[in-house]
């Protein structure tokens, strides 16, 4: 029983590894034994947070990677092999928002696609070079795809290429499920509430935001990043084997509500002072843009 959420020998890929919950990942995979391999962009904060995995007595190897780019994908992976030999687990964690703080109707034609670029299509790279190697070789895995609490249910005026991107991510982790299921590879996603990070930064230093993100779920604060690492153990290791193509929600009990919650107005107030060219502000008829 003691080895039921055990990972240790495992060999896994965390991507978006270099900062807020990639690093969370990252270390705890790497402390339950894991053998990781970071991806992300960066490469600078990719060695550190391997530095302090190896200084921990762990196995990690930094390799800088645009998911966004297919063959920058395919390399990831050959370099994972060479050094690992196979890739049992695959957590898909990179992501960005880049149209947050622009009103839907104002959203640029570049930040929606380039939001898709990384959330849906670089990870769909990801998980189909995931998923031919480990079809090949017979031995199955585990692949975890990070979505939102965004991508189950909307919230106007947030940031639509996200959370329409989410979306994409729950229903394109089942639909990998159902196909790979009976050949040994396992596919899940994890749907995270409010929860610091650098994507969140932005909206949690406004005045009032904090308080209010709180407020939403039952158990009345935004989550704590290593309040992920159960459930992350959990779909990687044994303890789910018998589940696939499940979207496992920590979010504090927040969408088990009913009804709308509109952003406090004081974000508003906020984002019309700091995003250019009136691109937070909404269009309404007694509203008129200042050019």
């Known amino acids: 029983m003691s080895d039921l959420f055990s990972v240790r020998g495992k060999s896994a890929i965390v991507t978006g590894a270099s900062y807020g919950l990639g690093v969370t990942f990252a270390e705890a995979l790497a402390a339950a034994g894991a ?16 530095g302090r995995i190896r200084e921990q007595g762990g196995e990690a190897l930094a390799v800088p990677c645009d998911v966004g780019v297919s063959s920058e994908v395919k390399e990831l992976f050959m370099r994972a092999c060479d050094r690992f030999g196979r890739i049992d687990i695959v957590v ?17 034609d570049e930040l929606f696609l380039r939001t898709f670029q990384v959330n849906v299509t670089g990870l769909w790279f990801a998980c189909r070079e995931a998923g031919a190697r480990m079809l090949a070789d017979g031995k199955g895995g585990s692949i975890i795809n990070i979505a939102s609490i965004l991508g189950l249910g909307a919230h106007g005026d947030l940031s639509p290429a996200y959370q329409a991107s989410k979306g994409a991510v729950i229903n394109l982790t089942r639909h990998l499920a159902c196909s790979w299921g009976n050949r040994g590879v396992r596919v899940n996603a994890i749907a995270p509430g409010w929860f610091p990070s650098e994507l969140t930064a932005g909206v ?88």
Do not use: C
Not at 93 to 101: P, T
């Open 35 to 50: 053998k990781v391999v970071l991806a992300a962009r960066t490469r600078d904060k990719l060695e550190q947070v391997a």
């Open 204 to 291: 949690f230093s406004m005045p009032g935001f904090l308080e209010w993100a709180g407020n939403l779920a039952p158990l009345k604060r935004v989550g704590n990043p290593n309040e992920l690492i159960g459930p992350l153990l959990f779909l990687t290791s044994d303890a789910s084997s018998f589940v696939t193509g499940h979207t496992l929600v920590v979010d504090g009990g927040y969408s088990t509500g009913l009804g709308a919650n509109r952003l406090p107005d004081i974000y508003y107030e906020t984002l019309a002072t700091a995003v250019p060219d009136n691109l937070a502000v909404p269009i309404r008829p007694d509203v008129r843009d200042v050019k």
């Open 92 to 108: 898909n964690n990179a992501g960005i928002a880049a149209d947050a703080g622009i009103m839907p109707e104002k959203v640029p």
